[in-house]
């Protein structure tokens, strides 16, 4: 397995189409959320891509956008459902807190895997919601340069 980082400059078309097509596969079908996964922060300069590759198919995927307040925010965080309990995505997610490291990082997870969040520092930040039929909480991890 190969965990990967880029924009989307950087990433050739078919990987960005596997990409979009795994998220499609679990927020659209599998949780039946019929919504627009594209939603033009792929786009953004500054946003990277996090993915692992097994013989040659992405498998697992987050990405990281820059929020205004200057805060990271992780989302988008998928596995393919043949990989799941591998371990993929907390490979992804220590991949992506490097990345943004000495920055806060938010994110918004959906509140089963609230514990599971919690193992890599994250904290409450906010009520539980509702978006698409399916709760959320949002998280915080707070971080300095120093």
Known sequence: MVVRAGGVTEIDAATLYRILALRSTVFVVEQDCVYLDP????????????????????????????????AARIGRVATAASQRGAGLAGQLMRRALELV????????????????????GFVRDGQDYIEDGIPHTPMRLERSSC
């Open 39 to 70: 939603d033009g922060r792929d786009l953004e300069p500054s946003t990277v891509q996090v993915w692992a590759e097994r013989d040659g198919e992405v498998v697992a995927t987050l990405r990281i956008v820059d929020e205004p307040d200057g």
């Open 101 to 120: 490291a000495g920055r806060t990082v938010e994110l918004h997870a959906q509140s089963h895997l609230e514990q599971w969040y919690e193992t890599f």
